[in-house]
C-alpha cells in the first residue's frame, strides 16, 4: 500500500490524548481520532431527530465493506461485517461439519480466550480433539504446529501477533502445512489489522478476523471476518437471518417462504442488523489509515518499538524475546514468560513499575503477569525514551529504598 506518512506533530493532533499522555495501551483499545469522532455526528443527529437514512446506511455498510477488503487485499465477497473478533472465530468453528476424531491445532498459552472457548465447546459437542502446541520461550513455535497438523487436522487456529508478549506469527509453513491436507487456517489479527501490513496472500490464511477498536482505531461492537471465496461457499452458517439470504430484487421486509438461497462467499455469515455508528467510524478510521499508508505506519511503529525495547533491554529489565529479532512487531512486553502458562506467579515488581508509569500518564496494561506496551501511529521515539527514562527512575528508586533497609533485589535479563 502506498506510504506518504504524514508529519507527526500534524497527526498527533487528530488524537487529544497524546497531549497530556503517553499513550501505549492499544493492544487492549485504540484511540479514535478526531476524524473519526466527527464522522459520526450526521448519524447521530439524525437518531436526534427521528431521521431514518436506511438506504443510505446500507449503501455505506457496502462500501465499508469493499474499503475493508481493499485495505488488506482481499475481495468484497470475502468480508462479512460482525461484532467483533470473537464472532468472527465463533462463525467459522460452527460452520464445520465436524466428525468424532477431527482435530483443531492451537496454542492455548498465547491466545486470548475467546480464541480458546469455542473450541472446547466443539470439542465437547462434536467429539473432536483439540490438539495444543507449547508455546516457546512465549512464540508461537511453527515446527511444533506443522508437526501436530495431519489429515484430521480441520483447523489451524493462531494469531497473527499475540496478545502478550505480542511477538509476530511466522504464517508461512502453517499455511503450507494446512494447505497439504486442507484443513482451515484461522488467524485472529486483532493486534496486527491497522498496525502492521496486512496482504491476505501474502498471510496465506483462509480465514481471519478483527475486531475496529484496537489497530483500526474504530468503536467497539464492530469487526471483520475474512474467509477465502472457495471457502465460505461451502461451509454452512450456524445461524440464518435477512442477510445472509440471497433475496433479489425483493425488498428487505419481503416475506420468507419455504426455500431460501444464501448470499454468495462471506456475506452469508452476517446476522441481524448493522451497527451504523460502528460501521461510519471504522469506514473513516480507515480511510485515514489507507491515506497514510499501512507501510510506513508498521515501520514507524516498529521503529519506536524497537527503540523502545532496546532502551528497556539497557536499564537490564526482562524483555520478552530478549534482543530484537523479527518477532518484534508493534508490542513490548516484560516480564517472565513461564507467567502466560500460570506456572509462576505474577511479579510484584512488574505491578510497581506499571503504577509508577501510570502515575506519570503513561497508560499501558499488565495482562497475563507481564506489562505490555503496545503502539501505534502516534507513538514517537520521543516517548519511547521517556518511558525508558521513567524506568530508570523507578529503578534508582527502588534500589534507594532496598539501601535503606530492605533486600536489594536486581533485575536479571534472560534471552528467553
Keep these: 500500500m502506498t506510504s506518504h506518512f504524514l508529519p507527526l506533530d500534524l497527526l498527533r493532533q487528530e ?23 466527527t464522522s459520526m455526528d450526521q448519524h447521530l443527529d439524525n437518531r436526534l431527530n427521528g431521521l431514518n437514512d436506511e438506504e443510505g446506511m446500507m449503501q455505506l455498510v457496502e462500501r465499508t465493506r469493499s474499503r475493508f477488503a481493499k485495505f488488506i487485499a482481499a475481495e468484497k465477497d470475502e468480508i462479512a ?32 480466550a475467546n480464541n480458546i472457548l469455542p473450541w472446547l465447546q466443539i470439542r465437547d459437542k462434536h467429539r473432536i480433539e483439540l490438539r495444543i502446541v507449547e508455546a516457546d520461550s512465549g512464540a508461537i513455535p511453527c515446527d511444533a504446529f506443522t508437526k501436530a497438523i495431519d ?31 486442507g484443513a482451515f487456517l484461522l488467524a485472529d489479527a486483532s493486534q496486527s489489522v491497522g498496525i502492521l501490513d496486512t496482504d ?40 440464518l437471518a435477512r442477510f ?46 489507507m491515506e497514510i499508508g499501512t507501510l510506513a505506519i508498521e515501520q514507524s511503529v ?56 501510570l502515575k506519570n500518564q503513561v497508560i499501558v496494561s499488565v495482562r497475563r503477569g507481564m506489562l505490555r506496551f503496545s503502539l501505534h501511529l502516534y507513538n514517537t521515539s520521543d516517548e519511547a525514551d521517556q518511558v525508558v527514562a521513567l524506568a530508570k527512575n523507578w529503578l534508582a528508586s527502588r534500589k534507594l529504598h532496598s539501601q535503606g533497609g530492605g533486600s536489594h533485589v536486581v533485575y536479571k535479563h534472560t534471552n528467553g
Design 15 to 37: 488524537f487529544p490524548a497524546t497531549e497530556n499522555a503517553i499513550y501505549m495501551d492499544v493492544a487492549n483499545q485504540g484511540l479514535i481520532s478526531r476524524t473519526t469522532r
Design 81 to 112: 461485517i460482525t461484532k467483533n473478533a470473537s464472532e468472527g472465530i465463533n462463525i467459522i468453528g460452527n460452520a464445520i461439519d465436524w466428525r468424532p476424531g477431527d482435530n483443531v491445532v492451537l496454542c492455548r498459552q498465547l491466545e486470548h
Design 151 to 181: 489429515s484430521r487436522t480441520r483447523i489451524v487456529t493462531l494469531s497473527t501477533v499475540t496478545m502478550v508478549p505480542g511477538f509476530k506469527t511466522v504464517m508461512e509453513p502453517i499455511a503450507e502445512a494446512c494447505k497439504r491436507v
Design 200 to 239: 491476505i496472500a501474502r498471510v496465506g490464511v483462509d480465514g481471519l478476523v478483527t475486531s475496529s477498536y484496537k489497530g483500526l482505531m474504530g468503536l467497539y461492537g464492530l469487526g471483520f471476518l475474512y474467509c477465502r471465496r472457495e471457502w465460505a461457499d461451502r461451509l454452512s452458517p450456524a445461524y
Design 244 to 289: 445472509s439470504i440471497d433475496l433479489g430484487d425483493a425488498p428487505e421486509s419481503a416475506p420468507i417462504f419455504d426455500s431460501v438461497k444464501l448470499r454468495a462467499g462471506a456475506p452469508r455469515f452476517e446476522i441481524g442488523h448493522y451497527n451504523f455508528a460502528g460501521v461510519i467510524a471504522v469506514y473513516a478510521s480507515i480511510g485515514q489509515l
Design 302 to 357: 516498529t521503529s519506536v518499538a524497537r527503540r523502545l525495547a532496546s532502551g528497556l533491554l539497557d536499564l537490564g529489565l526482562p524483555v520478552c524475546g530478549g534482543a530484537l529479532g523479527n518477532h518484534t512487531g508493534s508490542i513490548v512486553a516484560l516480564g517472565d514468560p513461564a507467567a502466560l502458562a500460570g506456572s509462576r506467579e505474577s511479579d510484584s515488581r512488574i505491578h510497581s513499575l506499571h503504577e509508577h508509569l
